[in-house]
């Protein structure tokens, strides 16, 4: 996946005893903020719904400009013009639309694929790190706890002795 989790499997002995698969836990990790959703939804789903309420429009009611042609036109050469004449603002409007919905979602693109993995297997690595440190002072707690123990009893059994 990434050289960063890699080392975070590898850099330890405790971290190559995970509790299960790596991906269901970077799965698990919430890396996009609850605005960023609102933001990316409102930014690409306004105009991919404006594309489709201008191409439904097309199609239920037909082009909405017709061409004026010429007084000398015939029906026939009338309806050819209106049929292949492009007016470029109403036409591509819709278009326009369709490629700002995906310039609006590349930059949530790039965050899914670039930067979520590396930053997963980064902040994976500092979950272990705590992890294994917060076992490791309640393994040093015990220990000095049973010393303790253990001391305390030893005194007052040399102490009944004398």
């Given amino acids: ?9 590898a850099m330890l002995s405790d971290a190559l ?3 299960g698969p790596v991906d269901s836990r970077i799965r698990s990790l919430e890396l996009e903020l609850p605005l960023d959703k609102v933001i990316k939804f ?3 789903g306004l105009p991919l719904l404006l594309v489709s309420m201008a191409f439904a ?11 004026f042609p010429p007084t000398n036109f015939t029906a026939k050469q009338a309806g050819y013009v209106d049929t292949y004449w492009l ?16 310039l609006m979602y590349l930059p949530a693109l790039i965050w899914r694929f670039l930067v979520m993995p590396c930053l997963g297997a980064d902040l994976l690595f500092i979950i272990d790190e705590l992890d294994m440190s917060y076992n490791r002072s309640v393994r040093i707690a015990q220990n000095r706890y049973t ?12 102490e009944g002795a004398l």
């Fill in 57 to 67: 429009r097309e199609i239920t009611i037909g082009p909405q400009i017709s061409c």
């Fill in 87 to 102: 007016p470029f603002p109403s036409q591509m409007f819709p278009y326009s639309l369709l490629a700002m919905a995906m």
């Fill in 17 to 19: 005893l995970r509790d």
């Fill in 147 to 158: 010393d303790r123990q253990t001391k305390s009893s030893t005194d007052h059994d040399t």
């Fill in 42 to 44: 409102v930014s690409v």
């Fill in 1 to 9: 996946m990434s050289i960063a989790n890699t080392a975070a499997q």
